[in-house]
């Protein structure tokens, strides 16, 4: 565990960027203005996943938005690990509630945050 710990200290800050960048895209799927948000979306994540390692990485068109798909096997005979997500965000009305702009994500403390926390709103 020390070394995972270690390792994320020494990248801490490009881990910070990545998820800016995604935290940027204006992924709102309930909106169609945003339509091809969705889509760079997928794209961002597809890119991530394949810079993180993993070997398969398809975006699989669906009847809706797109799906992105990873997957690294290290040894088939070990357990399966999944981890699920979603790239589409909320929409930011009303925006007059809103601490800083949407899609500018930035590190605040508080009294629950005192290290600091991203906040995307």
């Known amino acids: 565990m020390e070394g995972i710990q270690e390792y994320i200290e020494q990248h801490r800050e490009r881990f910070i960027q990545e998820l800016f960048e995604l935290l940027k895209i204006p992924s709102i799927s309930a909106d169609s203005a945003f339509s091809q948000d969705i889509y760079n979306g997928a794209e961002a994540i597809s890119k991530a996943l394949s810079e993180a390692g993993c070997d398969i990485v398809e975006i699989c068109e669906t009847q809706g938005y797109p799906i992105v798909y990873g997957e690294k096997i290290l040894d088939p005979d070990l357990p399966t690990v999944l981890v699920?997500?979603?790239?589409d965000v909320q929409p930011p009305d009303p925006v007059d509630l809103w601490e800083?702009?949407?899609?500018e994500p930035t590190i605040r403390t508080n009294e629950l945050h005192p290290q600091g926390a991203i906040f995307a709103r």
Request: aromatic letters at 38%.
């Open 100 to 103: 800083s702009p949407p899609f």
């Open 84 to 87: 699920y997500g979603h790239y």
